[in-house]
């Protein structure tokens, strides 16, 4: 399977605690996605990388939260000092990039759910 | 900021029934749309995009879209539904670098 993939599926953590879930994009493609999604929500934008670079980074995205993705490959999402109200579904994405400023199609992985107790 | 409404957050349709998904989004100048579709356990994946030219779109499994510019709107359609559309489908818009989704809305096809 080619797709995007996302590891772990599920994640449960005690409050305070630091969690990390890793993104495997579509190998060719240079642009990389991280989205949240909560009950009954459509998924909000967290952050965007081209290549290595991250390019942009949502107000949802407090200091607890940082995302790296070195040499351009997989991506990492790391929350620190987690809070009930980061339990959500976290949402990878890849596409193929062009010049255009718009967004192209993106192909989602399956998700991490987070459940902070 | 463009942003997307979907209206109907929960349908029910019996089997053979036709559908129409509503979808507005805000942003007044060139967009790109689309349609995604999320089965019971499955991830998101691309029914359809709109990008440019015939506004009628046509998608897998039997799906299209036509985007309405003086309507703001990209509404999906489907003559004949089938069980196996019971699905959450979410509307979005090409944002700089992101896409911005709606709410979406819960399908279930009775058979």
């Known amino acids: 399977d080619t797709g995007v993939s996302q590891n772990p599926r599920h994640k449960i953590t005690k409050r305070g605690q630091n969690v990390t879930f890793r993104c495997d994009p579509i190998?060719?493609?240079?642009?990389l996605y991280w989205y949240r999604q909560t009950l009954g929500q459509g998924p909000e934008f967290l952050t965007y990388f081209q290549n290595e670079a991250q390019l942009e980074k949502s107000r949802l995205l407090s200091d607890r939260f940082s995302a790296e993705r070195p040499k351009g490959s997989f991506s990492t999402l790391e929350i620190q000092r987690t809070e009930q109200g980061d339990s959500a579904m976290y949402l990878c994405?890849?596409?193929?990039?062009?010049?255009?400023?718009?967004?192209?199609?993106?192909?989602f992985g399956p998700g991490t759910r987070l459940t902070v107790t | 900021a463009q942003s997307v409404s979907q209206h109907n957050h929960h349908v029910i349709l019996s089997e053979a029934a036709s559908l129409e998904l509503g979808c507005n989004y805000s942003y007044g100048g060139t967009v790109n749309l689309f349609w995604y579709v999320q089965y019971p356990g499955q991830h998101l994946q691309l029914l359809l995009k709109y990008f440019s030219g015939d506004p009628l779109v046509k998608g897998i499994k039997g799906f299209e879209a036509e985007f309405i510019k003086s309507k703001f709107s990209f509404n999906l359609r489907k003559p004949s539904v089938q069980w196996s559309d019971t699905a959450e489908y979410f509307c979005a818009v090409a944002g700089f670098q992101k896409l911005v989704f709606g709410t979406g809305t819960r399908l279930l096809v009775s058979p």
């Open positions: 994405a890849s596409s193929s990039g062009t010049s255009g400023i718009f967004a192209n199609e993106q192909y």
């Open positions: 190998s060719e493609h240079n642009r």
